[in-house]
């Protein structure tokens, strides 16, 4: 049994007092749609694949953040689908003694056939964007004529047992009116429903024009009387549900209601740099450290002194143009 002061001494605080346990892993930054908050049309800024973390530099460097106490996973990207053998490498990152949960962030345009091997593999949840129910709704904000392939995923998941399946709507100028027909298609099927704020990252998602949720999240608690409640996963969402308990509505405000005080995460991108946090510029690279032939004690060390440089939030309101990254870059 291990000693208390070194259990103690394997989580990572930062200096804020808050336990990082949750990292957010870009497994690629290549993406079968455009959506205009995340990857612009015509952006040509792809990371090069021998740049790419390699699926046993990923291991080794999961494994050293379990010991210090992560425990939650999650493959993001770009499309983490479209990443060659992406089941093998779940099947690897949810064999690390430690990880506890893995859960995917997808389009869901090849989630239809991949769902159940996924499943079997080891993610434990997902979590699938859907901005419109509208064919041209989708084509304008995601940049692709996709809807039908995104709502054969959400079937296909449903079909493979993962349960339950979030449904993530970024709510902007462009599909606020939407809000309540996603509303509809979540509760007919038991998919919870989780909208979100828009991010001001680069100058294309900034153009989308912000909705602030609290008066969405006030009409809906009136119109459905919904209340209070939690619902597992470790991110940020703030969730109200129905009395029966059979539909959830969670809502992610970063810029009206900020969620920084309890941050547990950071963000790995696909060439291995470490951002501590979403809004700001601290970062460390990995790959260099691994590819320079550091040691697994000066990764530890290295990973210790990122958290301690974890900054204690965001600057979205105050310093809009401060990031000039797209989301894809950063990991979602």
Same mark, same amino acid.
């Given at each position: 049994? +291990? ?10 605080? @930062? ?19 455009? !959506?205009? %908050? #995340? ?8 990371? /090069? ?9 990923? /291991? ?13 996973? =999650? ?8 990443? =060659? ?38 993610? *434990? ?7 419109s129910l509208r064919p041209e709704g989708v084509e304008k904000i995601n940049g692709r004529p996709a809807l039908d392939k ?30 309540? @027909?996603?509303?509809? %298609? #979540? ?22 024009? %912000? ?11 009136? =119109?459905?009387?919904?209340?209070? *409640? ?29 969620? !920084?005080? +309890?941050?547990? =995460? ?10 501590? !946090? ?51 870059? +950063?990991?979602?």
């Amino acid at each position: 049994m +291990t000693h208390p002061v070194l259990q103690k001494m394997n989580k990572l605080i @930062d200096r804020f007092g808050r336990r990082i346990e949750y990292l957010r892993l870009s497994v690629t930054d290549r993406c079968d749609l455009r !959506c205009a %908050y #995340c990857i612009p049309e015509g952006f040509k800024g792809f990371e /090069e694949p021998e740049h790419w973390l390699t699926f046993d530099e990923i /291991e080794r460097l999961l494994g050293l953040f379990a010991s210090l106490g992560l425990k939650r996973l =999650r493959l993001t990207g770009g499309e983490p689908l479209l990443r =060659r053998n992406i089941v093998g490498l779940v099947e690897r990152v949810a064999a690390i003694p430690g990880i506890e949960d893995v859960s995917v962030s997808t389009n869901a345009t090849q989630l239809a056939g991949m769902a159940r091997d996924l499943k079997r593999a080891g993610v *434990t949840r997902l979590n699938v964007s859907l901005d419109s129910l509208r064919p041209e709704g989708v084509e304008k904000i995601n940049g692709r004529p996709a809807l039908d392939k995104i709502l054969a995923g959400l079937e296909g998941a449903r079909a493979a047992g993962f349960a339950p399946i979030k449904v993530n709507m970024v709510v902007m100028r462009e599909n606020a009116d939407e809000v309540d @027909d996603i509303v509809a %298609y #979540c509760m007919q099927r038991g998919f919870v429903l989780r909208l979100i704020e828009l991010m001001p990252m680069g100058d294309t998602a900034r153009k989308m024009g %912000y909705v602030d949720l609290q008066p969405v999240k006030a009409r809906l608690q009136k =119109r459905f009387g919904l209340i209070d *409640t939690v619902m597992s996963g470790g991110g940020p969402a703030r969730y109200l549900g129905t009395p029966d308990g059979k539909f959830n509505v969670g809502f992610i405000t970063p810029i009206s209601q900020h969620f !920084c005080a +309890t941050c547990n =995460r950071v963000r790995l991108t696909v060439d291995g740099i470490l951002h501590l !946090c979403l809004g700001q510029e601290d970062r460390v690279d990995f790959r260099a450290m691994m590819r320079g032939g550091a040691s697994d004690a000066e990764i530890v060390e290295t990973i210790r002194s990122a958290i301690d440089m974890k900054p204690e939030r965001h600057e979205f309101i105050e310093a809009p143009q401060k990031l000039v990254r797209f989301m894809s870059m +950063t990991g979602g």
